[in-house]
């Protein structure tokens, strides 16, 4: 059997599947609040606990830089090394991946019906190389190339960590509130649901706009990202609206700017918790005019499809792959 770990700086997955056809087959899954544990052996003990499962194989991806099979996560609280893991399970074939590895993993196995088209590219290339951006409690990153198709290889990146570039005034004001709040811009302090919550302190600190009562009420009974995105789509806020408009044009041109970074004609694919969730605003002008505006490169830009993943445990079965083929 596998065991496949999908560890994200808000929540965990955990599931185990065996194989029949080439087809993953879910045996138990479960999903906690990373918060509530101190160690993912800790989760492991919950999730396995009275269970008699022969597990042969496993795999983990988590959000953070993997280096040497260890990984001190950027947004958890617990730190990860896969021979530690191993020697917990009693198993010897076990890897520690970056979560978006995991979810790239998955995409060569998935259909048309897995994902929504958001933009037809001019020139798509289905095994061309391909971008995955996935927006979540942090943004995550990962290349994926086909050098011998259908076999694929997938390139971790922290790209979400890079310089943040602003392209008007407004995201050059951005600029400047997150240098002085954390030293530096980056692409995750915006394009992602924490930067999502400085876009909105920006636009009340900085901008001087004032939220509804409606939505501060909100913000204070769930989570403040999901409550700004809940009343921007719906209208029911003015500063919720703008917040959300900045961060999917923001959004958009990094994808454009991935495309050009790896003249990716297979086009970019988003996932992560948000994008699924904001779909309505994707699929309009403000997204596509902001991730086609590239001057004179805009035509490689142009080539290039984008695609909303709809599979919302994507890095769970790409786990799931990776450890099948260990």
Sequence with gaps: MILAIDAGGTKTELAVYDTKNGKLNKIKKERYLSKDFSSIEEMLGKFLSGEKFEITCGCAGVAGPVINGTCISTNL??????????????????????????????????????????????????????????????????????????????????????????????????????????????????????????????????????????????????????????????????LAVTALEIFVSVLAAHAGNLVLSVTASGGVYLGGGIPAKILPLLKTPLFIEAYLSKGRLSYVVEAASVFVIKDGSAALHGAARIAENL
Excluded at 86 to 96: P, S, V
């Design 77 to 238: 609280t617990w730190d990860m090394d896969e021979v530690k893991i191993a020697n917990y399970l009693g198993i010897k074939k076990f890897k520690l991946v970056n979560d978006l590895v995991a979810m790239s993993s998955s995409i060569p196995y998935m259909t048309g019906d897995d994902f929504d088209l958001i933009y037809q590219g001019k020139n798509h290339i289905a095994n061309g190389t391909t971008v995955v951006l996935a927006p979540g409690t942090g943004l995550g990153e990962a290349t994926i190339i086909y050098p011998e198709s259908p076999k694929f290889l997938v390139i971790p990146s922290e790209g979400g960590h890079t310089d943040f570039a602003p392209r008007n005034e407004i995201e050059i004001r951005l600029l400047y509130h997150l240098i002085k709040k954390y030293g530096r811009g980056n692409y995750e302090r915006v394009a992602s649901g924490t930067g999502l919550l400085n876009i909105f302190e920006f636009l009340v600190e900085s901008e001087k706009l004032v939220p509804t009562t409606a939505l501060l009420n909100s913000m204070k009974e769930k989570d403040p990202s999901a409550a700004i995105s809940e009343f921007a789509l719906s209208k029911q806020d003015p």
